[in-house]
């Protein structure tokens, strides 16, 4: 069947209509897609406004505990490392030295004449806070030589001290202390023999 001019140039017009058409609804696609493009940048931007205020007051929250769990351990740790033989004269809190290049912060220090105790306080102990108090001790004499003719000891202080995490910085040489009841207590026992730094 042949097909005359007038119905090739319908056609044509036809396929220029559909032309337009498709094109239409690329673009009206297009505008869609920036709209949800721009509608999902806004959201994941509250979102993100919204976890950093929560990572902010959970901070805060972690903070004040913390604060709360040495309030406890401070006048707990004298009576008890006094019970262990330490003769307690000086308790300080948030010891924190830089030189520069490096530096420590150690939580609480119990000093007598001979011996002093470092106490990394921590609502919850894990491996990695057993680990950080190790290192922190390692520099401890370096970085604050007026203590270098002390005997150094080491402590953890804890609300919850999951069991394998005690045993660990137990084998680590350290003291650990943590609530029981409503009191405080050292879990180490009598055979327990500190490391010394």
Do not use: C
């Not at 106490?119 to 604050?144: A, C, M, P, W, Y």
């Amino acid at each position: 069947m042949a097909t005359t001019a007038d119905e090739v140039w319908a056609l044509l017009g036809q396929l220029a209509e559909s032309q337009k058409e498709t094109e239409r609804l690329f673009q009206e696609t297009d505008r869609r897609f920036q709209q949800t493009e721009r509608l999902l940048k806004e959201q994941s931007q509250k979102t993100d406004e919204q976890i950093r205020a929560v990572n902010k007051e959970l901070g805060e929250l972690g903070n004040r505990l913390g604060e709360f769990v040495e309030w406890q351990v401070r006048p707990a740790a004298v009576k008890l490392f006094r019970e262990r033989g330490i003769a307690v004269r000086e308790l300080s809190r948030d010891v924190s030295v830089d030189n520069g290049e490096e530096g420590i912060e150690v939580d609480l220090l119990v000093v007598d004449t001979t011996q002093a105790v470092a106490i990394e306080v921590k609502s919850k102990l894990t491996q990695k806070n057993v680990d950080e108090h190790l290192e922190r001790l390692g520099k401890f004499k370096r970085l604050l030589p007026r203590y270098q003719n002390i005997q150094l000891l080491g402590a953890v202080a804890v609300m919850v001290a999951p069991s394998e995490v005690a045993r660990y910085a137990y084998r680590q040489g350290l003291f650990v202390i943590t609530q029981s009841g409503e009191d405080l207590v050292i879990l180490n026992d009598a055979k327990f023999q500190p490391k010394a730094w």
